[in-house]
Structures are given as structure tokens and as C-alpha cells.
């Protein structure tokens, strides 16, 4: 069966500190990834997004992530973390044999971050 | 100008009561979901609709009942509200078939039952 994890439910990172946040998928086929970031009493903001070529992607936010198809993996990261970083972020994935309709998103479960003063 | 937008924000009601909540998107999409947020923040996929036709239901009670009047709007009706339908739901959009578009979300509708 298709699934995306996150390994970490929660972590806490200082104010000014790298962050990785991990995501391992299980597909057929490589899946299209995603990584979304959702504020408290906010809806999903995309932060970037993988469809195939260049494995590291840059996105929103001073966030990238790598795909390493040898680990079936997305992490996110970021050099330097800010106190407004702090935030629930999923992984998420689809497959790219699907269009319309029958494209959906499955979600990881979600790492809370907390970042320290 | 927002993208994807959802009515209401918050929802209060008792249960065994119906309700109904709304989404619009003007991204020109012409496929839009329905997910539901638990109370442990995972996401799942409920409903999609592609040019107004129902494609997945991913089984979920027939008390949920999707409807899409036109392209720009899904609907979700939900009858007979008991206390575990209590989340958070996004309705979601995404680009024309054939692109590699991401799908968009609304802010959310908290639906607390009590």
C-alpha cells in the first residue's frame, strides 16, 4: 500500500539552528512529493514540491529538500530557523500515474516543530 | 483575491444535527477535494470531484454527502452529526488534468460536535 512517513513526531531546534525534518515514502513508482507547512488555526501552505529531475529543491521560506530515491526519501531542510518557522509540517505524496480526480494527496502524519529562543 | 476559500471557519452544533459547509476556488481548477483533518492532525482524503463528476469517495459514511453545483465550488453536506465527525476539513483544489499542478487549500472549517 502507498504511504508517506514521518519518523519524528515532534521536534525542538533552537532559534538559529539547522533543521531537517525526515520523510520516507513506499510507492511503486517514485511518487511526486510534496512538503507542506501548517501554522496554528492555519490552513496548508505549499513549501516545495518534486516531479523528477534536479533532487535538491528549493522552496519557500528559505526551505529545501533532497529526494534520494535510494532511501525513498524527501527530507526538508533549512540552515538557519526562525522563531515564526515553528509549525506543523507534512510530507506528502501522489501518484504520478493519476490525473484529474484520481490524484490525491497521502499525507504523512505530520511533525510538530517548536523552535527555542 | 484568496485562492481557495471556505464557510464557515468555525462550526458549533449538537448532534444528530445537519450542516452544511462550503468551499469556492477562483484558480480556474477543475478538480477539487475534500479532506479531513482528525484531532491527532492527520490528513486524509474524503471526496474529488473533476468538471462536476464525483471520482473518489474514499469510503466514508454516506451521512457525507459532496456537491458540486459548477467547477468553482464543492459543497459538503453532512446529516446526522455524531461526535467523532468533530475536525478540521479542507477543501483543496488542483490544476487542469495532464499538468503537474499541486493542489491548493482553504483555511479550514472546525467542526466541533457536542
Known amino acids: 500500500a502507498q504511504s508517506v512517513t514521518q519518523p519524528d513526531i515532534h521536534i525542538t531546534v533552537s532559534e538559529g539552528a539547522s533543521l531537517e525534518l525526515r520523510c520516507n515514502y513506499s510507492y511503486g513508482a517514485t511518487p511526486y512529493l510534496f512538503w507542506y507547512v501548517q501554522s496554528p488555526g492555519q490552513g496548508l501552505q505549499l513549501l516545495l514540491k518534486?516531479?523528477?529531475?534536479?533532487?535538491l529543491v528549493q522552496g519557500i521560506k528559505g526551505f529545501e529538500a533532497e529526494f534520494k530515491r535510494s532511501q525513498s526519501s524527501f527530507n526538508l531542510r533549512k540552515p538557519s530557523v526562525h522563531w515564526s518557522d515553528a509549525a506543523e509540517y507534512f510530507c506528502?505524496?501522489?501518484?504520478?500515474?493519476?490525473?484529474?480526480?484520481?490524484?490525491?494527496?497521502?499525507f504523512g502524519a505530520g511533525t510538530r516543530l517548536a523552535v527555542h529562543p | 483575491d484568496t485562492a481557495v476559500s471556505q464557510t464557515p471557519k468555525y462550526l458549533v452544533t449538537q448532534m444528530g444535527n445537519d450542516k452544511s459547509i462550503k468551499c469556492e476556488q477562483n484558480?480556474?481548477?477543475?478538480?477539487m477535494y475534500w479532506y479531513k483533518q482528525d484531532s491527532k492532525k492527520f490528513l486524509k482524503i474524503m471526496f474529488s470531484y473533476n468538471n462536476k463528476e464525483l471520482i473518489i469517495n474514499e469510503t466514508v459514511p454516506n451521512r457525507f454527502s459532496p456537491k458540486s453545483p459548477d467547477k468553482a465550488h464543492l459543497n459538503l453536506h453532512i446529516n446526522s452529526l455524531e461526535l467523532g465527525d468533530s475536525a478540521v476539513y479542507f477543501c483543496?483544489?488542483?490544476?487542469?488534468?495532464?499538468?503537474?499542478?499541486?493542489?491548493?487549500f482553504g483555511p479550514g472549517t472546525r467542526l466541533t460536535v457536542l
Open positions: 518534486y516531479f523528477s529531475g534536479d533532487t
Open positions: 506528502a505524496a501522489t501518484n504520478p500515474m493519476f490525473s484529474g480526480g484520481y490524484n490525491k494527496l497521502i
Open positions: 483543496a483544489s488542483r490544476a487542469p488534468s495532464g499538468s503537474l499542478g499541486e493542489q491548493f
Open positions: 484558480l480556474g481548477h477543475d478538480t
